[in-house]
Each structure stands twice: as C-alpha cells, then as structure tokens.
C-alpha cells in the first residue's frame, strides 16, 4: 500500500523511533490466557521511552466499558507530561475486578527499570476481555525490556503490540515549522474492518516538535476526528482504545503556542502520519482483501458528508458485495438512504472508480447503466473509491473501509482458542 | 421452530386465509433481471383479496430510498380502506425511473381482474434493486392469477413473495373479542439478520375483527415497535420494507373503537402473530444458523433497554462468537458498554441460557468464571438467550438475531447473478 500525501510532508524511516531521543523495545515475555493453546510466538510487551520527559496528549475509547489502562493513563497524564509508554498484547486487562492494580503495577515496574517517575507512565493493554492478567511475566520480562531499548527498536515495540495485525503499521515524515526540520513518527495496531474487543485500536506517537500541551491535545483531537474516527467501526467500539501523542521539543523550533501557521503545519504532519495508519488499518481489517475509501461531496455540512460516507462503509450488505466485486449499485443507494442526515436523495450521484478506472452508477436517486465488464474490471482491484455527491452545498468527507470476507466470520468465529 | 404464546391465543392452520373471507393465490409469471442466470424457478407474483372492502393500516419503511410501490400503497390507502393486495419478488422496482408508472400498473392490473376499484389495492415489490421491472409478464400472468384465487391459496401467495428465505414464515390465531370468536393470520418474506436492499420484509396480515381503522393503525405502530424492529437490522434498512393489515369486520364483533379491553385483545393477537414471524426472520437470516434472544431488563426505561438488546444483537463480532459457540463475555460487555443510553455498567450482569442450561457470563461488570464445558454445552443449541440486567429499574425489552456466518457472506457477495 503506498502512502498517501497531503501537504508538504517527506516520508521518512524509523516509525516511533524516527524522532531523535526515543528509545524502543519489544520482547516476548510470556503472557497467555486461559484456553489459548499456547504461549503466544510473538512480542507481547513494548516499552518506548523519551531522553526526557515530554508534552503528551491522548484520546481515549467512548466505550462505557473502559479498560483498566485507560484509567491510569488518564491519571498519569493529567499533568500534560509523561515519558514512557508501556504496553501488551494478548490480554486487555479489562472487566477484571483487578484490573486498576494491575495496571498501576505495570507502571510501577516500568518506572524502576527505567529510572523514572511512575506517572510519567503511560500504560495501554490490548487483547482478550475478562481474564486476570498474570503480572509475573511482566516483572520477570522488564529488565530484559529496558535493557534492549535502543533508538532503531521500533520495529520490535510494533510486533508487541500486534494482535490479528496481519502487517506491521507504522510510518514517519519530516517536516518544518518555524524553519526548523520536525521528524514524528508513529504505530498502530488494529484490524480495521472493526474495532474488536480483542483487537483495539491502540495508536503511538513521537514527535521532536516543541508544542504546549493545550496545542497538542487539540491537534490530536482535531486529526483523531477525520481519520480514526473515519475507519468503519460497525459499532464494535472498542474497550481499550488509545492514541497518545509524545512531544520531545528536541527539534528546537519556537514552541507552537497558538493557532498559527506552525500550528497547521503541526497538525499537517500529524494528520499524514494518522490517515496514512488509519488507511493501513482498513486495509488490513480482520479478513479483508480490499480498501474501500468512501468520499461524500456536495453536502450541506462536512457532518453530513461525514454520516453518509460512514453509513456506506459500514454496511454489511455494501461490505459483502465489494468481496465479491458485484456493482451492486442498489445496495449503495439504500445505505446512504438509511443515513441519519438531511439530503434529498433524489440529487445523490454515485461513481465507483479503482486504478483500473471509473464509472456512474447512479444519476439523481437512480440507478443507471452501465458495462458490467468496467465494472468488474475496477472491483478487481485492491483499492476501491466509492464517490457520492449529494448535491446539496460544500460539505465533504472521506471514509475508510474494506470487504466482509469469509475470513472475517473465521477470524472471529473462534478467537479466543 | 416453536411458536411462542402470550396470553390467550390459539394457534390455527391457514395463514392470510385463515381468517374467512379471504382468498389468495401465487404463480410464477417469469419476472426476472439483467445478470440472472435463469428465470425464477418459483413463485413471484402474488393476490390476497377480500370478499368484501376492509379496514387497513400499513407502516413503511423509514429509508429515504422509498421503493416506488410505498409511494403508491399511501396513496390508495389514505382513506383506511383497502382490498387487495397485490406483490411480486425478484424485482424491488425502486430507484427506477419508472417505478411508480409500474407500480401504478400493477395496481391497475389487478384491479381490473378483480373487477374493484384500484385504489383498493395495495402494492409491494421485492427483490433486486435498480432494474426496471417488466410488466409484460405481470399483464400476462393477471388472469391465471385471478383465476386461481382460493380460500386455502396462503401457500401458494407465501411462495411468492420469498427471496432468499430458506422456510415459508406463516401463523395465525384464533382469539377471543367481546365474546365472538375471530381469527387472524399473517404471512412474512425477509431474512433478518439484516434488512438487505433485496430481502425486503414484507408482512400481510389479515383479519375478520372488526376495529376501526385509527385503532387498527395504533395497534399496528405499537406492535412493529416491539416485533419486526426488535430484530437485528444491522443498519441496512431496507427500501421496501412494509406491513400492512387487512381487517375485514366479518366476525360480527363490536367494533373496537377505543383503548378498551378489546383493542387490548387484539394488540395481543397482532402481537402474538408479529413476535412470532419476527423470530421466524432472525432464525432464518441469511446464512444463520442460530436463533439468539437478547432480553434486557433492568432498565431505567423500555427504550434503554431496547437500545442495549439492539446494540448486543447487531455486533458483528458477537453474531460471529455466537457461530463459533464461544462464550466470550467480553464481547457482550463490550456490546452493552458502547450503547447510546444511560446505566452504570459496574452494575451490568449478563447471563447466557438455551434449552441446555443457564450460567452466568458477568456480574457487576466484570468477566466472571464460568464452566467452558457448560457454555459450550448451552451455545450449542440452535435457540440461544442472552440475559443482560442493567440493575437500574424496571424497564425491558427483547430483541432477535442471530449469528454470522460464512453462508451470509456467501450469500450477499454476489447476489445479483
């Protein structure tokens, strides 16, 4: 999949590591659940820490059902600052009646090896719901885990943190503010088609950019909204999701302190490091073999635009219909139909266009004709753009998602053995 | 699969002809689409019609996409009476250009045949969306239709308004009305799991009560309410979906005119004929394989409740877990926390029941341990409830679904050909 680029942003190496004076590991310490066949065979424990402390700013899962790391976390960042990120795969530390302990334990631990305050630590879990998180494998695992960090271990924290992944997601750009070149980097780990209890959508980010917390938070909660927020989630909000951002200040550049010209080119950066990730999550959602973007135009408002593209990518009739590369166009028209907003369907057009090219669908709320052979022809592909215009003003929107396979009943048929 | 009673009903033989009065009849008259293979080798067109002008009320769907038969079934039954109704599968007739001249057609058609006046008739389509539909096959088929219309016809007209059904879904009860005996049947095509753009619910019903058609429509509205809408639609409302009633008075009752004893007679009945046709649709969902029963109780109100019911029933990954026949609570309480209502979920218990046994999953909100050879034991069966207690009043609901399959992916990845 290739990245794509808005603004004047470079693509660069180095993910969590490509900033300068971040740390990061990734070692297999052990951890298991009940009824899992066997230890996992990957990195199930990640640490990535700053030279110093550092401005940090998260977003945190709107599920009512929160996972025991995010409680912490939360506490841990009140402050604005933080310095570390500790994080497993395999258990979710969630609906545990021990959860809290456990996870202020992980902090613990992390804070001795690392020499720092505990919180100063962020701490994220991902995997299996309701099983007691054995923290033994954690204590035993953490010298280890400290002592391997290195400034090129990004590709080790990314394998922890994996669940269903089936590719490792990470990306980093250059950028200038003020003058002076900015790097940020980031990972992510989620199957995108959803976001399972199992397979939460857990997102890292470095940057050497000197930004005050408040410009921070906002950014991230600007950039979250139109590119996270914009995968398909099928409702399957998870319970323990969590971006965070790390802010080192090393590169040097005046601090982004209002909503300046730094600012947007912060958030530029920011916004090519986050739908890139979130492009790659949709891409490889649970069983998936298509990314589907969905761009909304022509609407009374950008919310509008953004409800329509949403109702389209999440539709398990839509979604089915893609894996098997049938222009159905009917099954799109009633998707944006049952959209919760206000348009006259009557002046909605709908395209379907691909690398291998680009067709009309539907004209004013119908269905028109068209070659089944172009049709097929742009489904084949890998990337698929469903264009609607609503015909009704400016407001416009994109959308991320993919195909309803077999494998995505396989996948979670059975995922806990 | 068994039927279930509320209240003082009896289960009778004869569908939409079980109430006297009521004649009915089905053909194939070869109505087929662009891509099909081959023409229906089933029934596709079908007459119920009265002996006599009766009161009807209908609900519609609430997609902005109308199929061009609902913009014509509220015009003729604007004055709450009807006598007829008229139906085909294969073709939705919607997001056509022409679709209201057609549908206007097959009004006319079947007017002319029955010798009645045609705002007398209502109209339904289902089936593939976005094709024209032919009206030559319908014209040539009207006669032999007509012809063959009988008091015992129910099968025959249930066999042609079936898409992708896999079981014919019909019942009908006998109930007791200010002392007089009457009767009531119904007949329903969809396969719930979801509400697909060519898998239409369409529900006829019929009745020799005599209730006036405001009461008949309130006592309709309240029943869709808890029946047909509690079934997992999974977003995917369809465009044609619609019910109606046909109540023709002929079993000498006092008309039921206001809020009594009576009119809650009826709503029993309506209620005991729609619960059960809604189960029959979650059962028989595309691809399904289970039946699953989400009752909440608990609740501030019904309608948190029902939001909860809903939200666990249309998790894709818990309709995938119930197929794997894993217990994996965690899915559940993830389910229950990302519904849009208001409860604590520290106060959340779930529990899962079937035929084979009851355990419990959760208890305050945490994941609790439970027997992995009991669950299994339970999810094994084909009719599986899920108990979820919000501990926060007296409100419930229940909701239907059923699990996610192989076979529904199958079944709508290529639907069209």
Same mark, same amino acid.
């Given at each position: 999949?290739?990245?794509?680029?808005?603004?004047?942003?470079?693509?660069?190496?180095?993910?969590?590591?490509?900033?300068?004076?971040?740390?990061?590991?990734?070692?297999?310490?052990?951890?298991?659940?009940?009824?899992?066949?066997?230890?996992?065979?990957?990195?199930?424990?990640?640490?990535?820490?700053?030279?110093?402390?550092?401005?940090?700013?998260?977003?945190?899962?709107?599920?009512?059902?929160?996972?025991?790391?995010?409680?912490?976390?939360?506490?841990?960042?009140?402050?604005?600052?933080?310095?570390?990120?500790?994080?497993?795969?395999?258990?979710?530390?969630?609906?545990?009646?021990?959860?809290?302990?456990?996870?202020?334990?992980?902090?613990?631990?992390?804070?001795?090896?690392?020499?720092?305050?505990?919180?100063?630590?962020?701490?994220?879990?991902?995997?299996?719901?309701?099983?007691?998180?054995?923290?033994?494998?954690?204590?035993?695992?953490?010298?280890?885990?400290?002592?391997?960090?290195?400034?090129?271990?990004?590709?080790?924290?990314?394998?922890?943190?994996?669940?269903?992944?089936?590719?490792?997601?990470?990306?980093?750009?250059?950028?200038?503010?003020?003058?002076?070149?900015?790097?940020?980097?980031?990972?992510?780990?989620?199957?995108?088609?959803?976001?399972?209890?199992?397979?939460?959508?857990?997102?890292?980010?470095?940057?050497?950019?000197?930004?005050?917390?408040?410009?921070?938070?906002?950014?991230?909660?600007?950039?979250?909204?139109?590119?996270?927020?914009?995968?398909?989630?099928?409702?399957?909000?998870?319970?323990?999701?969590?971006?965070?951002?790390?802010?080192?200040?090393?590169?040097?550049?005046?601090?982004?302190?209002?909503? !300046?010209? $730094?600012?947007? /080119?912060?958030?530029? &950066?920011?916004?090519? #490091?986050?739908? @890139? %990730?979130?492009?790659? *999550?949709?891409?490889?959602?649970?069983?998936?073999?298509?990314?589907?973007?969905?761009?909304?135009?022509?609407? !009374?408002? $950008?919310?509008? /635009?953004?409800?329509? &593209?949403?109702?389209? #990518?999440?539709? @398990? %009739?839509?979604?089915? *219909?893609?894996?098997?590369?049938?222009?159905?166009?009917?099954?799109?028209?009633?998707?944006?139909?049952?959209?919760?907003? $206000?348009?006259?369907?009557?002046?909605?057009?709908?395209?379907?266009?691909?690398?291998?090219?680009?067709?009309?669908?539907?004209?004013?709320?119908?269905?028109?004709?068209?070659?089944?052979?172009?049709?097929?022809?742009?489904?084949?592909?890998?990337?698929?753009?469903?264009?609607?215009?609503?015909?009704?003003?400016?407001?416009?929107?994109?959308?991320?998602?993919?195909?309803?396979?077999?494998?995505?009943?396989?996948?979670?048929?059975?995922?806990?053995?």
């Amino acid at each position: 999949m290739e990245f794509r680029k808005i603004g004047s942003v470079k693509f660069i190496e180095g993910g969590v590591c490509a900033a300068g004076g971040f740390r990061a590991n990734g070692i297999q310490c052990g951890l298991t659940h009940e009824g899992a066949a066997l230890t996992t065979k990957k990195n199930d424990l990640a640490l990535i820490v700053a030279d110093d402390e550092c401005t940090a700013a998260a977003v945190y899962t709107t599920n009512k059902v929160k996972g025991a790391p995010i409680i912490v976390t939360k506490q841990h960042i009140k402050d604005g600052r933080a310095r570390a990120v500790i994080v497993n795969s395999v258990n979710a530390n969630t609906c545990n009646p021990d959860g809290i302990e456990k996870a202020q334990a992980m902090c613990r631990l992390a804070a001795k090896a690392l020499k720092i305050k505990e919180d100063d630590v962020i701490v994220a879990s991902t995997g299996v719901i309701g099983q007691v998180l054995p923290i033994e494998p954690i204590e035993k695992g953490m010298p280890e885990l400290a002592e391997g960090l290195s400034y090129d271990g990004n590709s080790r924290a990314l394998e922890a943190i994996m669940t269903t992944d089936t590719m490792p997601k990470e990306i980093a750009v250059e950028f200038v503010l003020g003058g002076q070149v900015c790097k940020m980097g980031g990972m992510l780990k989620g199957s995108g088609m959803i976001h399972p209890n199992m397979a939460t959508t857990l997102t890292f980010i470095t940057t050497d950019a000197d930004i005050s917390p408040e410009l921070l938070q906002r950014a991230l909660d600007d950039t979250v909204k139109v590119t996270l927020n914009r995968v398909s989630v099928d409702g399957d909000t998870s319970t323990n999701d969590m971006v965070c951002v790390l802010a080192s200040g090393k590169a040097g550049n005046k601090t982004v302190k209002k909503e !300046d010209e $730094d600012f947007e /080119a912060f958030e530029n &950066a920011l916004y090519n #490091i986050m739908m @890139n %990730l979130a492009r790659m *999550m949709a891409r490889d959602g649970e069983g998936a073999t298509k990314l589907v973007e969905c761009v909304c135009t022509g609407a !009374d408002s $950008d919310k509008t /635009a953004e409800i329509v &593209a949403k109702s389209v #990518i999440t539709s @398990n %009739l839509f979604k089915a *219909m893609i894996f098997g590369q049938d222009a159905n166009a009917g099954r799109i028209y009633c998707a944006v139909g049952y959209a919760q907003a $206000d348009f006259d369907i009557e002046d909605v057009d709908i395209d379907v266009s691909s690398p291998a090219g680009k067709i009309a669908l539907g004209r004013q709320g119908n269905v028109v004709r068209f070659s089944e052979e172009d049709a097929a022809r742009i489904l084949e592909e890998e990337e698929i753009q469903i264009n609607i215009s609503l015909g009704d003003g400016t407001g416009s929107a994109v959308a991320w998602g993919c195909d309803l396979t077999y494998d995505y009943v396989k996948i979670n048929g059975d995922y806990r053995s």
